[in-house]
């Protein structure tokens, strides 16, 4: 079965450091998300892309944050300076249309110290 | 823009019982409602939907439905088992509008199967 693959699945770094978290969605999905999870709290909405632009961001996707395609696979998060309410497990997800229901990777899980 | 509510927050029942978890919804242009489990530590996987045109649909033990007049849906596991303990999450997505093209989350339901 194909599967949203996400790097690294663990990365510590220290406030005010840029962190760029990998994704490689599905071959032949189009759209692409960012989510994340704080520990033992709910999945909440970064951001949605689709042929190559930002389609919808939440009030949580502010000036820190960029998500880019750079080649036909790779889909990245980026954070510019993270602070500590950064830490999370972020979640990127595809799917082939807009209302299919999306397929997540196995997450990354962003320690700021 | 859309908003789901979810309960209950922990649910505890006995191996082979039943389990309902229900959800209601804000925005009325929502037309489709997929249903998450999550495992400890792991990604959530999409378990069953359901569209807006439909009432209710079933998979084996699990079933969703759904009522457009009261902007509600269930989940409702039956003959529960052991690898059924997760924490399960509804969510919306209402494609009509591109501003509130996305799925929402509600907060999510820790099941636990009692032995």
């Known amino acids: 079965e194909p599967e949203v693959t996400q790097t690294p699945s663990h990365q510590v770094t220290q406030m005010g450091q840029e962190v760029i978290l990998r994704c490689v969605p599905i071959?032949?999905?189009?759209?692409f998300y960012w989510y994340r999870q704080i520990l033992g709290q709910k999945v909440e909405f970064l951001v949605s892309f689709y042929n190559n632009e930002i389609s919808e961001k939440s009030e949580i996707f502010d000036d820190q944050f960029s998500v880019e395609r750079p080649d036909g696979s790779n889909f990245t998060l980026k954070i510019r300076s993270t602070k500590l309410e950064d830490s999370a497990m972020y979640f990127c997800?595809?799917?082939?249309?807009?209302?299919?229901?999306?397929?997540f990777g196995s997450g990354t899980r962003l320690t700021v110290v | 823009g859309e908003n789901v509510e979810q309960h209950p927050s922990t649910l505890s029942v006995q191996e082979g019982d039943s389990a309902v978890i229900k959800c209601t919804y804000s925005d009325s242009a929502s037309n489709y409602f997929p249903w998450y489990k999550q495992e400890l530590g792991k990604r959530p996987q999409l378990i069953i939907d359901i569209r807006s045109n439909v009432g209710e649909k079933k998979d084996q033990r699990i079933a969703v439905t759904l009522n457009k007049t009261a902007k509600h849906f269930s989940l409702h596991i039956t003959e529960t088992q052991p690898e059924d303990s997760a924490v399960y999450f509804c969510?919306?997505?209402?494609?009509?509008?591109?501003?509130?093209?996305?799925?929402?989350f509600g907060s999510g339901t820790r099941l636990s199967i009692r032995p």
């Open positions: 071959s032949n999905h189009l759209y």
């Open positions: 969510a919306a997505w209402s494609g009509q509008y591109s501003s509130a093209s996305k799925i929402i």
């Open positions: 997800a595809s799917s082939v249309t807009e209302s299919d229901g999306y397929t």
